[in-house]
């Protein structure tokens, strides 16, 4: 079954202390992407990547990194997460513009 | 850049009864897709409908519909027959390169 798998589900940090969401897909699709949520903001785009070693920013990447070094995967990183990025956070994959997005069951971080 | 807007932060129907989603957006292109997602409790998104622009005819799945008017640039949700599980949030969402999404509206089932 094509999945996008996220982890972990749930995380609290504190400031400062660097964090990596994982995302991985077993469809070998190029185009994955990150996506934030906020109440009144629906979903932002974060990066986004259209094959292996390249990636581009979206609406919102300060304070995010991420990395393609292999098809599959596609972490998210906050090197020094603050409480202005506490939020709920989505992996997608998708092998074409006109298909849909299938997501990864979101992460919830909250940044203490 | 591509925006979406939907106007409407909250929407109640009755249950059995038909409510309409409103979504606008902005573009330039002609060529790219419309996509309604629905938000459960469960944070999982979930596609309901799709729409290719270059498609005159109205998608529909099952109960739901859209009215898809582009020169308007609009892209409603008709969901009729309303159901306590299809209590959600909805977003709308525009692509032709990335895809960019709604504020949502928060739908309220009432039995």
């Known amino acids: 079954e094509a999945q996008v798998t996220q982890n972990p589900r749930y995380l609290i940090t504190v400031t400062g202390k660097k964090l990596t969401v994982t995302c991985s897909q077993n469809?070998?699709?190029?185009?994955m992407s990150w996506y934030r949520q906020d109440p009144g903001l629906g979903l932002r785009q974060i990066y986004y990547?259209?094959?292996?070693?390249?990636?581009d920013k979206g609406d919102v990447p300060e304070g995010y990194k991420v990395s393609r070094k292999e098809k599959r995967n596609f972490p998210l990183i906050l090197e020094s997460p603050s409480p202005n990025q506490t939020s709920l956070y989505f992996c997608?994959?998708?092998?074409?513009?006109?298909?849909?997005?299938?997501f990864g069951s979101g992460t919830q971080l909250s940044v203490l | 850049a591509q925006t979406v807007t939907q106007s409407q932060p909250e929407m109640s129907v009755q249950e059995a009864e038909t409510v309409t989603l409103s979504c606008t957006y902005d573009?330039?292109?002609?060529?790219?897709?419309l996509f309604w997602y629905k938000q459960p409790p469960s944070r999982q998104m979930i596609l309901v409908i799709r729409q290719e622009a270059y498609k005159q005819q109205n998608a529909t799945e099952n109960r739901f519909s859209v009215n898809f008017q582009k020169a308007a640039k609009s892209f409603s949700l008709k969901i009729s027959d309303s159901q306590l599980g299809d209590a959600a949030m909805y977003f709308c969402?525009?692509?032709?390169?990335?895809?960019?999404f709604g504020a949502g509206t928060r739908l309220t089932v009432k039995p």
């Open positions: 573009t330039s292109e002609s060529d790219y897709y």
């Open positions: 969402a525009y692509r032709d390169n990335d895809m960019r």
């Open positions: 997608a994959r998708n092998r074409a513009t006109n298909e849909k997005l299938f």
């Open positions: 469809m070998n699709h190029e185009y």
């Open positions: 990547s259209m094959n292996v070693e390249v990636t």
